[in-house]
């Protein structure tokens, strides 16, 4: 039998421990936290993420990175981004040789810019060709409940890529597509977590459709100007690990980003809305290394710049409206 071991007891790396145990592959997730593990492995429930939902007897949790890696087909990282370089380094001796390394993280490394899948192929010191991506709209909190999603899996391996398919196809519930563009999928993953941030910000303002799907609209411009430079398939960007996730992202109320930003266009101040943020919002973070990303290789992201203003450097968030929609007109597909 295929065995997994999923690293992060938050709501996404539940669900998704879930789906694999689901779908008939021996999944175990491990946990920092004693009380989440024994409530997951002895409960079957993960109040503090997933309040309500029933997990399935078969997943298994521990407080034991060993135990957790012993014999793994597949090891999935589920922890928070800026993390990963840490916690991976601290779990490299126990990886199994042949196991395929999955992220399902959506965000850029600050300092050195760089894609999930390059941090774990650098700190696990493994080739590219055992490194796949996990990404879609895929809101854990629907997911859990048994409502129907799709997502993406990305990986330069067909073999390997098709295997962690199987590994999580549990019809008619959850429907994995393929695609070898790991770029392009994980950069549509990061980035939509910044738009979404704008999106929030613009609805917590009262700013109307009319903007929210001008935002979302260019900030998937600004996602695909940056794939292009960075060798991405621009079809990519058109598809679930793309604009389907964007939508999802920057539309439901169950999106941290969104809501982050909602906050944030209400006048709550940054401070106010990490304290009442329980879980993480990635794009709070990683539209920093975003940016500094565009700006190494000269592409210009106005949605991304003024959010790093209004995140990070306390920008009025009716300023950062004004900037944006005072910009020299330029035809709509500039810089593709």
Request: glycine share 10%; aromatic share 4%.
């Amino acid at each position: 039998m295929t065995k997994a071991a999923v690293f992060g007891t938050g709501s996404w790396g539940t669900t998704f421990g879930m789906i694999l145990s689901g779908a008939g592959t021996r999944t175990t997730l491990w946990g920092r936290r004693a009380e989440v593990v024994e409530a997951i492995d002895r409960r079957h429930e993960n109040p503090g993420y997933l309040p309500g939902a029933v997990l399935p007897d078969t997943l298994r949790a521990t407080t034991d990175p060993a135990e957790a890696l012993d014999g793994a087909d597949f090891v999935v990282f589920a922890v928070p981004a800026q993390t990963l370089r840490f916690e991976l380094s601290r779990w490299k001796a126990d990886l199994p040789p042949d196991a395929v390394l999955v992220s399902l993280m959506k965000g850029i490394e600050l300092g050195t810019t760089k894609r999930m899948s390059e941090v774990i192929c650098e700190v696990a010191e493994v080739p590219q060709e055992r490194v796949a991506v996990v990404s879609g709209p895929n809101l854990a909190g629907e997911i859990v409940r048994g409502q129907p999603a799709a997502t993406v899996v990305a990986c330069t391996d067909e073999r390997a890529m098709e295997r962690l398919q199987a590994a999580c196809y549990l019809p008619p519930w959850f429907r994995p597509y393929t695609n070898p563009d790991v770029v392009g999928v994980e950069l549509g993953g990061a980035i939509k977590n910044v738009i979404a941030l704008a999106v929030g910000i613009s609805a917590g303002m009262g700013l109307g459709d009319n903007v929210g799907a001008m935002l979302m609209t260019r900030g998937l411009a600004e996602i695909s100007r940056l794939g292009e430079v960075l060798g991405a398939d621009p079809h990519t960007f058109a598809g679930l690990a793309g604009m389907g996730d964007l939508v999802a992202t920057c539309t439901s109320p169950l999106s941290r980003n969104r809501t982050f930003g909602e906050n944030l266009g209400r006048g709550m101040t940054l401070a106010e809305v990490i304290a009442a943020t329980k879980q993480t919002a990635e794009g709070v973070k990683s539209c920093e290394s975003v940016l500094e990303l565009a700006r190494k290789h000269d592409v210009e992201m106005p949605i991304t710049e003024v959010v790093v203003a209004v995140v990070h450097d306390a920008m009025p968030p009716s300023e950062a409206a004004v900037l944006l929609m005072s910009r020299t007109p330029k035809a709509e597909r500039y810089g593709l």
